[in-house]
T-cell receptor, first 114, second 114 residues
Framework: NAGVTQTPKFQVLKTGQSMTLQCAQDMNHEYMSWYRQDPGMGLRLIHYSVGAGITDQGEVPNGYNVSRSTTEDFPLRLLSAAPSQTSVYFC?????????????FGPGTRLTVT | QKEVEQDPGPLSVPEGAIVSLNCTYSNSAFQYFMWYRQYSRKGPELLMYTYSSGNKEDGRFTAQVDKSSKYISLFIRDSQPSDSATYLCAMSAAGGTSYGKLTFGQGTILTVHP
């Protein structure tokens, strides 16, 4: 199993550009989520999904869109990039949202917006 | 004020030392408590999971939860250079839409030197 994969590893965008961060898992997990990690802030939940076709907002959803058309994939779209979105983005997946099921994190995408 | 507070360190200890990492929290709804380890430029990985108050031991690692004080700890005995990483506490409430939503501390950077 590859686990949770994320592409690209690094990305530089100009303010106003849009892009999609890709996330895929091969563990047949129902629950997937996106976090961003900023210095001094820990990880903060952006969006999550409890299954194909079902998504909801987390703590910091503004400026981001998600969709979940398959169990395997959960892309994160930046609509109009802003310097405040410079961060490291992590995708995670879990068999279930119940907290005693481990959430597996991908390796991250480092995004810089200039 | 953040819901979860964690001293970011950095913490530097000699090999073989006992390490104590701590988090405090303000949300009394938190019932599930986790410690994640994150190596440099990698995604977090689950180290320990505890439900409600009490202790849990796994090898050199012991997690403690004191819900009355809203305080959790991770102890590392006989610390090794391979333990050098960022340690993140994370918490989750129970029920309904709370499941799967982890609230993280800022992370503590630990270095164990030979």
């Amino acid at each position: 199993n590859a686990g949770v994969t994320q592409t690209p590893k690094f990305q530089v965008l100009k303010t106003g550009q849009s892009m999609t961060l890709q996330c895929a898992q091969d563990m047949n997990h129902e629950y997937m989520s996106w976090y961003r990690q900023d210095p001094g802030m820990g990880l903060r939940l952006i969006h999550y999904s409890v299954g194909a076709g079902i998504t909801d907002q987390g703590e910091v959803p503004n400026g981001y869109n998600v969709s979940r058309s398959t169990t395997e994939d959960f892309p994160l779209r930046l609509l109009s990039a802003a310097p405040s979105q410079t961060s490291v983005y992590f995708c995670a997946s879990s068999y279930s949202p119940l907290p005693y099921y481990e959430q597996y994190f991908g390796p991250g995408t480092r995004l810089t917006v200039t | 004020q953040k819901e979860v507070e964690q001293d970011p360190g950095p913490l530097s200890v000699p090999e073989g030392a006992i390490v104590s990492l701590n988090c405090t929290y303000s949300n009394s709804a938190f019932q599930y408590f986790m410690w994640y380890r994150q190596y440099s430029r990698k995604g977090p990985e689950l180290l320990m999971y505890t439900y409600s108050s009490g202790n849990k031991e796994d090898g050199r690692f012991t997690a403690q939860v004191d819900k009355s004080s809203k305080y959790i700890s991770l102890f590392i005995r006989d610390s090794q250079p391979s333990d050098s990483a960022t340690y993140l506490c994370a918490m989750s409430a129970a029920g309904g839409t709370s499941y799967g939503k982890l609230t993280f501390g800022q992370g503590t950077i630990l270095t164990v030197h030979p």
